[in-house]
């Protein structure tokens, strides 16, 4: 039987990678992938993500981390992915995940603006991703950018949870109950 998969997605400062860590451990047999290491394997040639010129870049990558999720997934595991996944490209990382008959949950983190840019001001360089993006997040160009991009999501508006006022631990609890109760399954 196939683990679930819960997709912590949202702007950089948006808190992703420490609620994956807290919702992973609520599980008995899970795998957490911080989707920010695919993007460090591209050694020549990369584009960092948000330019418009990166985009093909982007489908590779987020293909490849969709097929490493599937086969987790479909191994029994319950894994947590914590990246960048826009909706704009959650169907490349969707349809593998149904075609393996995984079930799927796509949750947003997005805290108001100004929270996301303090939250990246004071990352320190090791609690950064590794290799190419280790500070290409802390300008706050590509922050302003990507919040921008998680602004306004149309149909995908009710997987959003406004964290700017919740602790780690709290944003933890919510995405857990919304997971248990199927708030955000796709």
């Known amino acids: 039987m196939p683990g679930p998969v819960v997709i912590i997605t949202g702007p950089p400062g948006s808190g992703k990678s420490t609620t994956a860590k807290l919702v992973t451990a609520r599980f008995d047999t899970a795998a957490c992938i911080e989707s920010d290491w695919f993007w460090t394997t591209v050694v020549r040639g990369f584009v960092p993500p948000w330019r418009p010129e990166a985009d093909a870049q982007n489908r590779t990558v987020l293909r490849a981390l969709a097929e490493a999720v599937a086969v987790l997934a479909s191994s029994g595991y319950a894994v947590v992915v914590e990246g960048i996944v826009g909706p704009w490209h959650l169907g490349l990382v969707?349809?593998?995940?149904?075609?393996?008959?995984?079930?799927?949950?796509?949750?947003?983190?997005?805290?108001?603006?100004?929270?996301?840019?303090?939250?990246?001001?004071?990352?320190?360089?090791?609690?950064?991703?590794?290799?190419?993006?280790?500070?290409?997040?802390?300008?706050?160009?590509?922050?302003?950018?990507?919040?921008?991009?998680?602004?306004?999501?149309?149909?995908?508006?009710?997987?959003?949870?406004?964290?700017?006022?919740?602790?780690?631990?709290?944003?933890?609890?919510?995405?857990?109950?919304?997971?248990?109760?199927g708030t955000d399954r796709l």
């Open 94 to 181: 969707a349809e593998p995940l149904a075609r393996h008959g995984v079930e799927t949950h796509y949750v947003v983190l997005r805290p108001d603006l100004d929270v996301a840019r303090a939250r990246v001001t004071v990352r320190s360089v090791e609690e950064q991703a590794s290799g190419l993006l280790a500070s290409a997040f802390v300008a706050e160009d590509p922050v302003t950018h990507m919040w921008t991009q998680f602004a306004d999501l149309g149909e995908f508006e009710r997987h959003v949870i406004d964290n700017s006022r919740l602790d780690a631990d709290e944003t933890a609890a919510l995405v857990w109950s919304r997971y248990r109760h």
